[in-house]
């Protein structure tokens, strides 16, 4: 029976963790600036530059 409760306290940690990991909103960002043919967007992030989709998506 401790063996569950152990399985499911660390079960229950990741679970925590991952769900909160979800709701962190982005700060920071600057200077976004739409591309010439208005299909991305390229922004400053904690000091790189990162390009999305206008359509939206992931950056890179």
Not at 24 to 35: D, G, I, W
């Amino acid at each position: 029976m401790l063996f569950l409760k152990n399985h499911f306290s660390i079960l229950l940690l990741f679970i925590s963790i991952a769900s909160n990991a979800q709701f962190k909103e982005t700060f920071f960002t600057l200077n976004p600036t739409l591309t010439p043919n208005a299909e991305a967007i390229i922004f400053s992030y904690e000091g790189d530059l990162w390009k999305v989709a206008t359509e939206g998506g992931d950056a890179y």
